[in-house]
């Protein structure tokens, strides 16, 4: 039998994989909840304007490759290190390397969260993902954002959008994503518990080439699989 608390703990961080993220500066106050603060005077962008800037600087994004530091302040704080690359169309890796190990791959088809430490495994299936999943934000089809998410984008000088996800099911109340020089550099999830997950990404490579084996995974020998 699964230990409630462990899967609400592997759920979370599977939430944030930010992307993501990712899906996001260590929190405290965030360097976009820092922005909106710098320029109070600035006026949003309307909401389709505001989807067609976010959909532009996802497009240029057909893949990454990154570190992240994910940081969660809430009833499971704690602060997580990792890998991570993404590569359109619906490819996603998410790797927490300290202070525990765990996997998060996803494919057009599946995606798996390997816990190494339960000797865990589970599968589950995307589509039934994609509308609460931030992690996919960064890998799925741009043009299909705005049918799983209301899109904001609060201080029209600031490549900084608020996203707010139309499921009632979604596990999370908003998510943020930042733009530095065309690059996705930090995701800020609130979630339904509510908790909130920062997500910071470092040493940023660009549409780089990424070997298909980084997004598929096999169970270990031994290892207990979950379908979901």
Known sequence: MVNLSTKKSTQQKMMSGALA?????????SAPMMALTQTATAAPADNLTAAKRLNKLLTNTKSMTANFSQTTKGASSGTFKGSMSVQRPNNFRWETK????????????SMWVYDKDLEQATK???????GNTPALLLSGDPSKIDQNFKITQPYDN???YVLYPKSDSASFKSLSISFSGGKPVMMVLN???GQTTSIKFS?????PSIGSSQFKFTPPKGVDVINQ
């Open 124 to 130: 589950q299936n995307v589509d039934s993902q994609v």
């Open 98 to 109: 300290s202070p525990s190990e765990q996997l998060i791959v996803a494919n057009g088809n």
């Open 203 to 207: 040493g940023i490579k660009m549409n």
């Open 191 to 193: 979630d339904t518990l």
């Open 158 to 160: 600031k490549n900084y």
């Open 21 to 29: 993220g990712v899906l996001m500066t260590s929190l405290g106050i």
